[in-house]
């Protein structure tokens, strides 16, 4: 790369930051890279590390000695969180987003760019400080939130099947009981998916009564994997405190009411915002 402006030296600096998350970068690699020398590479990290910490984008990690360097670990603040999950929660009340059984319809908004940047950014910011190796969901709709995560995250995802494919190989398959319906349904991943004794954080879209995590966290013991902890889009309130089947979980959303016959909803943001 050309010798750089200090002006440009910033932008370009900035962006190679934000595109690589979670990732290690040496001084020696940034003067390289510029040209520079590692003193006036010092000096633009600290600018950028006070934007970084000023204006809530996250945290500019560094690390002293011979094999350190700087790591950029994306944040959201609670407060920025509240007023998009808010907006979220007005969008998700819209009445023709009812189905039968107590669901809603949100496909369309599992498409949203903006929508699954800033719900991946919430659920790094909230699953930040735990050691996770990858990320997994079941097909279909936790997919997109699942990749929004690992995105700045700079991990894999680990996609469930709800029955194995022959492209996948190998695969472990188990049964389990869906927590709603109470019917024995198949899920099954392929053993190259996963490494064992991996720690794996669990996104899904929607939880009724937790049966389907419940059955990835069954599957991930098939792995000798260690559950690094639960997300959850949007959680139903519906379920009765007995009938839930997990505890120890991070929702965004809560669906606290249904009328069926008028399609009235009550979306309130979810547990992560009362911690």
């Known amino acids: 790369m050309k010798k750089l402006k200090r002006s440009s030296r910033l932008v370009e600096m900035t962006q190679y930051l934000l595109s690589r998350p979670h990732t290690l970068i040496s001084l020696t690699a940034f003067a390289d890279r510029y040209q520079s020398a590692k ?11 006070e934007v970084f910490e000023e204006e809530g984008i996250g945290e500019l990690q560094t690390l002293a000695g011979a094999a350190g360097g700087v790591r950029y670990m994306p944040q959201m603040r609670e407060s920025v969180a509240l007023d998009i999950m808010k907006n979220i929660c007005l969008e998700l009340e819209q009445p023709d987003r009812v189905l039968p059984g107590g669901y809603l319809y949100m496909t369309d908004m599992l498409g949203q760019p903006d929508l699954l940047a800033d719900v991946g950014r919430m659920f790094a910011t909230a699953f930040s400080g735990r ?11 936790g997919i997109p939130l699942a990749y929004a995560t690992a995105a700045c995250l700079n991990i894999p995802v680990v996609i469930v099947r709800r029955d194995n494919k022959v492209t996948e190989g190998s695969a472990v398959s188990i049964n389990y009981v869906s927590g709603s319906t109470k019917r024995i349904q198949t899920m099954s991943l392929a053993r190259r998916a996963l490494k064992e004794q991996s720690h794996v954080l669990i996104i899904d879209d929607f939880m009724k009564a937790g049966g389907t995590i419940q059955g990835m966290m069954d599957l991930l013991h098939e792995f000798k994997a260690t559950v690094a902890g639960v997300g959850v889009f949007v959680e139903s309130g519906e379920v009765e405190l007995e009938e839930r089947l997990l505890e120890d979980y991070i929702s965004l ?13 009550t979306v309130v943001p979810g547990n992560y915002f009362k911690s």
């Open 131 to 141: 050691k996770i190796d990858c990320i997994m969901t079941v097909e279909t709709k």
């Open 253 to 265: 959303a809560k669906l606290t009411a249904v009328d069926m016959k008028t399609k009235q909803t």
């Open 39 to 49: 003193s006036s590479i010092s000096e633009d990290l600290a600018i950028i590390k």
